[in-house]
């Protein structure tokens, strides 16, 4: 075979020894305007996903017996990111000797948050929860994650109609939510059902009458308390059918294990498929083990090498935190990746139902230390803090 | 972490994606020290995957190109072997080449591996073809061979020795795809189906040079193209495995802020955000030269050179993905094809031109990953990718408190268009859902305008100029060499793995002349 653009082949190789000589002088030909150092795309990334952010906390409020609002404001003075309605940041700060970090669902609309303003409703339940409650007043500065995790509303997934289900303190997302479907953001309508043991545990009961003429409907559910305008005991199928099709919603659960534990076997007869029910994530707990030993873990982060104590009982992350190492984390409940780490030595187990590695970092040696408790010493790489 | 100064390496690499991890590998292998940068907490770069429930998604390959069998082994296969990591990784051959739908009903062909089924059913498209596709991939042997023996001299091709051997090579050279179909009469319906592929390099036929074309072309049709079994992460993660086996270091969330120099143009290290120092007199720069001249590069050292020739070029198209986890199998959903290509018109100028606009733009390059790997999901279900490109900045009008409804709308014009055109009822069926946006290619990459696919390889800056001028791009800058989407190779994930070996064997060969002048 023998290939010719032209008649005569040999103006076609002209132009072949023509290719460089062009690009040289298209190259030089180029603006001597300065290079830019953004662009409008960088720019939107960057004020969605600021990655941490340095904020002060500014009003502190009672919802609730041991439940208090927490507002913050940016440091800079900036807006926090649009985010999507349901998702948390995770608040880190310094007690004793310990840097902790806790995920908590935003309660603020979207665009109070682009606003400049971002409020939490924190339940006195634990120890970052509990130092926040007792301790924390306005004035105190914290690192704030940007807002993540996949508890909201998906148009192309979800019903139009959902049903959402909170328990206790697990109000908090559905607050934000309701807000903004208010405000115009989320095409849903939305059916809330809040139980709680007694009136005055209900946090943001007010905000949430508030909403009822811009569509949103909640049923009170009270299990200690018999009252006119509240239902009575739990969330059951029975109660679910008197205001909504079971069948044609989709929902959205936010409380303790043992409420989804709970309204799973209430849904159970209607078949559901996976995709009707989202669950919001919860931290991963200590071990209840009776005498848990104690192993040396050993931290490589970057060129520094860190060595401390890490309890059998607790997840590598809260040795480090203990240890007053930085690592990265955000969900706490093995889903979101953002600690992860390279092994490099030790026996290790993984929290029950929490193993959301990639299947190649289980092939090549890598975990998520928030959800890792340690078997023996066990050595470590994890990525610097941001 | 304060501000110190860290040990020194030979080299260091800024990102560890395919082409920054292929060049770390290089250099360790050479006998040099080398760390490799890593803004995220991943290695990879596109080269990923994440979760959602029960489904992990490929974040970006579609087909690995180039790989071959063990037995005949493709160019890419044959580097993962030297670079020590082949067996690393489990290895899934795909199907068929592609499925090609136009919605203006002119086209809906499934087209097959293998010169000779691809001539074959070409002929059944479009009776009369046999002969222009025969010479078609004859053109294109000789274009591959003579780009192997460019590569085994580096670029410096002898021109006599090209004359003689590749006379072909050199008088197709300075021509278009189209203009080289049309010189060798193939009907127009074949030209059409034969182009399909173009969307790969992101540029339309009547600009982008025969040589890139037909030089991937041939890759995909005579060597098959492969996928690793646990998505592209496993690629990534055997890399970075590999670097760590070979005594380099990666550190992740740890991007690189500047790029030191003595003042007299010579490299003294990479500086972090916080401060950090690592001396070095050798980078190889995984991410683009206008991220690299237009912010890393100490503002005394950037010189007019690096901005006319950094502002002359254009970039390629924005990425967007929807990601898709189905709870019923591709069988029950009646999804028959691996890759299916879906344009408006197979007319890829007029294409392109829809592609400027998010508007305009209903272009889908869609893979349905268990119909190459039917395990690749829990059983009874199934996922999907449909990736698109925006080809000018259009998508950076969208504002903060659109942006979540602007993913959507795009998402939902993608399944509308796929279950039109394929007549596979999707929908119903979503379980899980993600959209990347060129936001956040630009968010996890930092790449301009959320490029995914480098600079434009159309016109002056096609390909083969691109290579024969490597050692005269390098010179901008001694001591820094480019990797990845926006190196001499262009994008993709064989190119960028290709153009990170070059990078980091001739970081060897600058390091050894290094030693040997002391």
Request: glycine residues 8%.
């Amino acid at each position: 075979m023998k290939f010719k653009k032209q008649i005569f082949g040999f103006l076609d190789m002209l132009r072949f020894t023509k290719l460089v000589p062009n690009r040289r002088a298209a190259l030089a030909a180029g603006s001597t305007e300065p290079l830019p150092k953004s662009w409008r795309t960088n720019e939107l990334a960057r004020r969605l996903h600021p990655g941490m952010m340095d904020v002060e906390l500014t009003a502190v409020r009672q919802l609730a017996p041991g439940m208090q609002e927490f507002v913050f404001r940016r440091l800079d003075g900036g807006a926090f990111p649009f985010f999507r309605a349901g998702q948390y940041i995770s608040l880190q700060g310094i007690v004793g000797e310990s840097i902790v970090s806790r995920p908590y669902s935003i309660v603020s609309s979207p665009r109070e948050a682009l606003a400049g303003k971002l409020a939490l409703g924190v339940a006195d339940a634990g120890f970052f929860s509990g130092y926040l409650n007792r301790e924390a007043k306005p004035g105190d500065r914290f690192r704030m994650s940007e807002p993540s995790g996949e508890f909201h509303y998906e148009t192309l997934r979800d019903k139009p109609q959902i049903v959402c289900v909170a328990g206790g303190a697990g109000i908090t997302p559905f607050v934000s939510m309701a807000r903004s479907m208010a405000e115009g953001d989320e095409p849903f309508s939305m059916t809330l059902f809040y139980g709680a043991r007694t009136e005055a545990q209900l946090a943001y009961k007010k905000e949430l009458d508030a909403l009822a003429d811009k569509g949103l409907r909640t049923v009170y559910v009270l299990s200690d308390e018999e009252k006119p305008g509240f239902e009575h005991g739990f969330v059951t199928a029975e109660l679910l059918e008197q205001y909504v099709d079971p069948r044609e919603v989709t929902y959205f659960l936010c409380g303790p294990q043992a409420m989804y534990a709970f309204v799973a076997g209430q849904l159970a007869k209607y078949s559901l498929p996976v995709k009707a029910v989202h669950k919001d994530a919860t931290c991963c707990p200590n071990l209840a083990l009776d005498a848990p030993r104690t192993f040396q873990l050993t931290v490589h982060v970057r060129d520094e090498v860190f060595m401390m104590p890490a309890r059998e009982d607790e997840t590598l992350l809260t040795a480090m935190e203990r240890g007053s190492i930085p690592a990265p984390n955000k969900c706490r409940a093995g889903g979101c990746g953002y600690c992860h780490s390279k092994w490099l030595g030790g026996e290790f187990c993984i929290a029950d139902g929490r193993d959301g590695r990639r299947e190649a970092d289980r092939k090549f040696g890598f975990i998520h230390p928030c959800v890792t408790y340690p078997l023996s010493d066990i050595e470590i790489d994890v990525p610097a803090s941001e | 972490m304060s501000a110190h100064k860290a040990k020194a390496y030979d080299a260091v690499v800024i990102g560890a994606g395919n082409g920054g991890l292929a060049a770390a590998i290089r250099i360790l292998q050479g006998g040099f020290s080398c760390l490799v940068l890593e803004k995220h907490d991943l290695p990879g770069g596109f080269a990923t995957s994440f979760r959602r429930g029960r489904f992990e998604f490929e974040a970006s390959l579609h087909e690995l190109n180039d790989f071959g069998s063990p037995e005949a082994p493709g160019d890419i296969r044959v580097l993962f072997r030297e670079l020590g990591v082949e067996e690393k990784i489990d290895w899934v051959r795909i199907p068929e080449a592609y499925h090609m739908i136009t919605t203006d009903g002119a086209y809906d062909c499934v087209m097959p591996f293998g010169v000779q089924a691809f001539t074959d059913k070409m002929e059944q498209y479009v009776p009369g073809s046999r002969k222009s596709v025969t010479e078609f991939f004859e053109l294109c042997e000789e274009v591959r061979n003579a780009q192997a023996y460019s590569t085994s001299v580096n670029g410096k091709t002898d021109p006599s020795y090209m004359k003689e051997h590749f006379p072909n090579f050199i008088r197709a050279g300075s021509y278009s795809v189209n203009e080289v179909l049309a010189a060798l009469k193939m009907p127009k319906r074949a030209q059409d189906i034969l182009n399909a592929y173009w969307c790969y390099l992101g540029v339309d036929c009547d600009r982008m040079s025969f040589l890139h074309y037909g030089s991937m072309v041939i890759r995909y049709i005579t060597r098959d193209a492969w996928m690793p079994k646990m998505r592209s992460h496993e690629i990534s993660l055997a890399l970075e495995t590999r670097i760590r086996e070979l005594g380099g270091d990666i550190w992740y969330h740890s991007p690189a802020a500047k790029i030191a120099t003595d003042g007299g143009g010579k490299i003294t290290g990479v500086v972090l955000a916080d401060g950090t120092l690592i001396p070095t007199r050798h980078v190889v720069a995984n991410c683009s030269p206008h991220v690299v001249f237009g912010k890393m590069l100490d503002a005394n050292a950037v010189t007019e050179r690096m901005v006319r020739e950094t502002n002359a070029r254009t970039f390629s198209g924005r990425g967007f993905t929807l990601f898709l986890g189905l709870n019923k199998s591709a069988e029950e959903l009646g999804i028959r094809s691996h890759n299916y290509f879906i344009y408006d018109t197979a007319d890829s100028a007029k294409q392109y031109d829809m592609m400027r606009k998010v508007a305009t733009n209903h272009v889908q390059a869609t893979v349905c990953l268990n119909n190459a790997y039917p395990e690749c999901s829990p059983k009874g279900t199934c996922m999907m990718y449909f990736t698109t490109m925006f080809m000018s900045d259009d998508w950076g009008n969208v504002t903060e408190t659109d942006y979540f409804k602007a993913k959507d709308r795009i998402a939902d014009d993608m399944i509308r268009v796929f279950e039109r055109e394929t007549g596979c009822k999707i929908r119903d069926a979503i379980e899980e859902i993600a959209v990347a946006s060129p936001t956040t290619y630009a968010r996890y990459c930092g790449h301009p305008q959320g490029v995914i696919y480098g600079y434009e390889t159309g016109g002056w800056d096609s390909l083969m100029p691109r290579l024969m001028m490597m050692d005269e791009d390098a010179g901008v800058l001694p001591g820094l060499r480019f990797a990845g989407g926006y190196a001499m190779r262009s994008s993709g994930y064989s190119s960028a793995y290709v153009s990170g070996d070059i990078s980091g064997r001739q970081t060897v060969g600058d390091l050894r002349k290094e030693a040997q002048a002391k």
